[in-house]
């Protein structure tokens, strides 16, 4: 017996499940493992079958998927890390989000009845369930009428993707399910409800997904103004204890140790977000420490010691990230999927042999020829909203743009006016968090753009800050871990565990100032650009998707 | 014997001449040729070799070159056609222009000077030699300051391609060269020159290249300002007698007939230029009628009775087009090549091996594509100023735009958006003949574009307006032959001529009111951003490329 503890967390993301053993002295990652989910995404039929499609922009998973990862992932991961089921003393989670679910009072997801296996709304509605638009519209356009002041804790804008837009669509679609069901739960709660028998909201996604502010939801009033079947929502479906992050929802039932290989009675934390619960992992929980978690696309998340409006943001709420200080989320809808775009429809062929003769992806490759100019060498100015802008425009009918074209143009340039245009739309994130009174004095990247270094001291030159580095490849699982060491009672808090447990990396990225000069020219160029396209000097770009939509239809 | 008489037409191009027998009854196409300059374009070394490379942007040619088309292409095009050379009455050219070459009193080009073989400024400057830059800079603004009444004809700048921006050059850079030429020849009149033995300007490059304006050049002053040594480039370098088009120059050599079988003494037209000349092979020669020229670049000429200035236009010269009218040109200087640079540099292997498998190019692949989905579809807007724009902003600092990407574009989309672009493009110059009095009644178009049907069908909707076509492939040699037939005096003017020999396609590009409804409403889009990027709305294209010299010197 080495006396060592250890403890599990367990990253559900869209397509897989990641469990991972961490030593709870030191942090150490002992062991990992990753299990898909038998049923991914679906996007166009039910697993019950039938031959009835689901509607564009619908995104379902199956809740028993996330219960195989538990029965899979984490006693393999115990196994890998060599570890002694004995000596874990806790478990944490966490979740993609807004991911909801119909459940009965028991916990009962709704799809598992056999009446109700061939509902669509019966199933869980993933983060990117995009079918609930109209009804965001309508939250939103009532919210601005009545003034609500829950309103600018979003930047001013409820997205789609949350509680209360799924819910609606529910209730709009499916009335039946949605009467029956007792309890419209995150995800990210429900899978610690399984593990633990205790349903606790967790304080993350209740504030940013749930529109839980000052301890209370949206009015009666308000909600039945949307529908008068609507009138109870929050109370009847929503409502429930709220559980701070990094406390203990309760410990394992016999059934979740039987599933897991743990023992009955360990410490399981409360529900968290991927995105949120990184932060302790990137030693980023210290006021003023931005986390960008960057990958298809970028989430920000940092805390600050005061509670004020930053336009466009996604959200502020309290204990949002850690408990005690308020967490402010922003975000950029469109990065990495914005480079993979373009590298999979506008390159030719001759990038990708040269490529892969020297063992390099196309996008190592774009990013190798790119990377051998000046800044400014190109000529090129780009937009990066081929997603839409989430922060801090909050416009997801704004597109792509890219400006300065010759016909000496190469692709491996317009890649690099990409890069550089979604870190501008970075700097245009921390400058607008600065000027709102909650300034960022550390930037700290994670997630999978960082194993792109061109793009790192690209976004170190345009912030000209240095960007430090998440040292775990897996900072939501280490997050999660760290979760559960301080729910077991190994660190009295998550800023403590963070500051043990958590690491930087060794790289950090650091400016250099004669290139941050060039992209400070560059910068001015870009955000005249996004605030004359992005501010209603020119609405061309809504037009043009309105005129889509009517040629189209 | 037929009693059939024949003309023949040669169209000297950028990289080779084509000859052409036209029957002079009815201007059918009897036989034709191409032979390529052995020289092709000079851009690096000079055929003397030495190991001193030519500096950036120039383009020479070898005038030798031009002879050997004519021993070349017009006996096997002669032979081709079947017909004996005893019934060809006469011979025309026409050229790129403005392409001018250093010339003692007798014709001989100084780079057949054994002396000066080894001095680039002994060569032809071919129209795209792009050095002379800065002395176009210093034209135009003296012309500005001392509001030269000749600078107006030009739409308010001359060119660097011209021919005073490159006389400057050669005396700035090599004035023994400069001293030691008796003339300052467009290719145009040189060959016409070597084929009749009499020198004459055609009064088409006289009008567009050499500001020969109201029966003048620019005046001794005004060129002494520039430089005290090209005081008097006009008189004694440029001066020589003006010959209308469609007259003779004077007959056939015997050292010409020798060289291309014909007989000796039959006539040889007056010089010419590519585009200009083809407007009466397609009857595009009555006032109103539009013909554009449609290739790499496009060229828009037209002729009316009225003296005006067209914003933005190249020029207008008196008999500039045919004779007794006012004949406008206006230009894109972009247009096939920025498809075709699209097409190389930002379609995936996929297209191609498609493109393959149907027999198509990769262009017509695209094409098809772009064309299954209804105007408006792609959600996209361009701007098609890869290569700057000639008209009407007249600004070779301007550079490309897309805007309205989404993750979902595709190649063909932004392919679409490009075609599209340019034909907005032409509908500014068309709007802005109208709005200067000179209005377009009828638009024709000839040139290698006139393959792509799915283009021609926009650019009819765009404009609103059938687009006629041209019928011969070979519009400037049949251009050529026409202008030959009535230097033969078969005719009594060109457009008598081209009445009988000219011919329009069978092919009509009919509006479709429907679309046309949903590219007006993308016009408005072009012309907003048109006016907001290339009238000083944001000069963002300007600085970018100002950075782009400074970070790469």
């Not at 290989?261 to 977000?273: D, E």
């Not at 753009?449 to 345009?462: I, R, S, W």
């Not at 800023?495 to 400070?520: N, Q």
Request: glycine share 10%; hydrophobic share 40%; proline share 6%.
């Amino acid at each position: 017996m080495s006396g060592e503890r250890y403890v599990i967390g367990v990253d559900f993301g869209t397509l897989s499940g990641r469990a991972l053993v961490v030593r709870v002295s030191d942090g150490a990652e002992c062991g990992t493992a990753e299990y898909e989910y038998p049923h991914g995404v679906l996007d166009r039929l039910l697993p019950a079958g039938g031959d009835r499609e689901l509607p564009p922009d619908w995104a379902l998973q199956v809740p028993s998927d996330y219960i195989a990862v538990l029965r899979h992932a984490v006693p393999r991961a115990v196994q890998e890390a060599g570890v002694d089921p004995a000596d874990v003393i806790g478990i944490a989670t966490d979740f993609t989000a807004c991911t909801v679910l119909p459940v009965l009072a028991d916990g009962t997801p709704l799809c598992e009845l056999p009446e109700y296996r061939g509902r669509p709304h019966a199933y869980v509605k993933l983060w990117k369930h995009h079918a609930a638009q109209p009804h965001a519209d309508r939250i939103n356009a009532l919210a601005r009428e009545r003034n609500e002041p829950w309103l600018p804790r979003y930047g001013g804008l409820i997205s789609s993707e949350w509680e209360f837009a799924k819910g609606l669509q529910l209730l709009a679609e499916d009335p039946e399910i949605y009467q029956r069901m007792d309890r419209w739960t995150e995800a990210a709660d429900w899978i610690i409800w399984r593990l633990s028998g205790r349903y606790f909201r967790n304080a993350c996604t209740a504030g940013y997904k749930g529109i839980y502010q000052n301890g209370k939801y949206p009015d009666r009033e308000f909600l039945a103004a949307l529908n008068p079947e609507f009138a109870d929502f929050a109370r009847d479906k929503l409502a429930g204890p709220i559980g701070h992050l990094g406390a203990a929802a309760g410990t394992l039932t016999e059934e979740a140790a039987a599933w897991t290989g743990l023992r009955p009675g360990i410490a399981v934390a409360v529900g968290n977000v991927d995105a949120h619960v990184t932060a302790p992992a990137a030693c980023a929980v210290e006021p003023g420490q931005m986390l960008a978690i960057m990958g298809t696309s970028t989430c920000h998340v940092m805390n600050a010691e005061r509670l004020t409006e930053v336009p466009g943001m996604c959200g502020v709420v309290d204990g949002g990230i850690v408990h005690g200080l308020y967490g402010y989320e922003a975000g950029q809808s469109g990065v990495g999927d914005i480079f993979a775009w373009f590298a999979s429809n506008f390159v030719p062929q001759v990038y990708r042999d040269t490529a892969e003769r020297t063992g390099l992806t196309v996008q190592e490759y774009l990013s190798d020829q790119a990377g051998t100019a000046p800044a400014g060498a190109h000529g090129l100015i780009a937009l990066d909203w081929e997603s839409g802008n989430r922060s801090v425009l909050v416009d997801h009918e704004l597109s792509g743009l890219v400006l300065g074209m010759t016909l000496a143009t190469r692709p491996e340039e317009v890649y690099r006016a990409l890069i550089e245009a979604t870190a501008f739309g970075t700097r245009v994130i921390v400058e607008t968090f600065a000027a709102s009174g909650v300034p960022v004095t550390e930037f700290i990247a994670a997630g999978g753009l960082l194993k792109n270094e061109f793009l790192m001291q690209v976004y170190a030159d345009v912030l000209r800050m240095p960007v430090a580095t998440c040292a775990s490849p897996q900072g939501p699982a280490l997050g999660s871990a760290i979760h559960a060491a301080v729910a077991a009672g190994a660190y009295p808090d998550v800023r403590t565990a963070g500051a043990v447990m958590g690491a930087r990396g060794s790289r950090t990225y650091l400016p250099d100032p004669e290139t941050a000069d060039v992209y400070d020219r560059l910068y001015a160029e870009y955000v005249w650009l996004h605030d004359y396209f992005g501010r209603g000097g020119n609405d061309v770009m809504r037009r043009l998707r309105a005129l889509r939509k009517e040629v189209l239809k």
